[in-house]
């Protein structure tokens, strides 16, 4: 029976819940957190450029989700023996050229508001950005040298893209420039990003191993990439500490502390050497969690500033 066949006969319903399994909800929001960070440590967040930088951002990743699907799918990446959610394409639920096409359909809509962004706000840097952002989404698993498999450059972009550029690149089309605190945020927001990829990288060694696809992780080896992972998550909570301590975040952004008890069980799944594969796979969501924790804590804290500010409360925050 063909994938066309199987998807013939599905309910709206059930057709709806396997695109939206493909778009990895989990972490969507390593894509929408740095957004609203982003906006509030301008000082200066607008509804409209922040809702635009927020579908940009959700719809390069979902694109980049689907695209990861597909062209791992095809190249055979993604087996049987994996053992993480099931994939669209892998495993035949729905037609390959209708992931693809999908995919391509999320990274027009990323392109076209992001081209409104640009014209609205005059950062033109950002058509750049944008462009090398777009192009990145697809040759993580696609082109003829996917850089998924290269090691650093993967957990590097994923730094770049849904740390730095996500969480600046808001800040600028508010207007007002790029304050330091927002360097500091992005920071945050990026190390817990890539944790989330190391997360999963750490579940699909073995498999990753066997395909022939040198992740970083698998460069690393167990034992090394473990401890990166702790290394990450312990950075990410406490980089807005370190930016208070420098003059460049509010004190009120230590109530991102409060987000310290979302590292036990990470910390716990990831110390146990003897949990490998399957029993690695609460370890995504878990990080997800922390990195959404995190990153809600510190735009909250932010907005308190923003709406203190001009009053005599705005002085004690800092």
């Given at each position: ?112 508001v992001g081209l409104w962004l640009v014209l609205a706000t005059g950062q033109v840097w950002l058509l750049i950005a944008g462009g090398i952002a777009l192009a990145a989404a697809l040759l993580y698993t696609g ?124 910390l716990r799944i990831s110390a146990d050497r003897r949990r490998e594969g399957r029993a690695l796979v609460p370890l995504l969501p878990l990080t997800a969690r922390l990195h959404l924790a995190l990153g809600g ?22």
């Amino acid at each position: 029976m063909t994938s066309t066949t199987l998807a013939g006969r599905r309910g709206p319903g059930e057709v709806a819940r396997l695109w939206l399994a493909g778009a990895r909800p989990r972490t969507l929001g390593v894509g929408a957190v740095p957004v609203l960070v982003g906006a509030v440590a301008s000082l200066h967040p607008r509804a409209l450029p922040t809702a635009g930088a927020l579908l940009v951002a959700v719809a390069v990743q979902v694109g980049a989700n689907l695209a990861n699907d597909y062209f791992d799918g095809r190249r055979g990446v993604d087996t049987a023996a994996r053992v993480g959610p099931r994939r669209l394409t892998a495993s035949g639920l729905v037609r390959p050229g209708a992931v693809l096409a999908a995919s391509l359909a999320c990274l027009a809509v990323a392109a076209g508001v992001g081209l409104w962004l640009v014209l609205a706000t005059g950062q033109v840097w950002l058509l750049i950005a944008g462009g090398i952002a777009l192009a990145a989404a697809l040759l993580y698993t696609g082109g003829p040298r996917p850089y998924a498999a290269t090691g650093v450059v993967a957990d590097l972009a994923v730094f770049a893209f849904f740390g730095l550029m996500a969480t600046l690149g808001t800040a600028a089309v508010q207007g007002h420039g790029v304050p330091a605190g927002a360097w500091w945020a992005a920071a945050a927001v990026g190390f817990l990003a890539v944790a989330v990829l190391v997360a999963n990288n750490l579940r699909d060694l073995a498999t990753d191993r066997d395909a022939g696809r040198h992740t970083l992780v698998v460069r690393l080896g167990d034992r090394r990439a473990r401890t990166f992972y702790v290394a990450l998550i312990v950075a990410g909570v406490l980089t807005p500490d370190l930016g208070v301590l420098a003059g460049q975040l509010p004190l009120l952004a230590l109530v991102s502390l409060l987000a310290a008890p979302a590292l036990v069980s990470p910390l716990r799944i990831s110390a146990d050497r003897r949990r490998e594969g399957r029993a690695l796979v609460p370890l995504l969501p878990l990080t997800a969690r922390l990195h959404l924790a995190l990153g809600g804590l510190l735009a909250a804290a932010l907005l308190v500033v923003v709406l203190a500010a001009g009053s005599p409360l705005a002085r004690s925050l800092w």
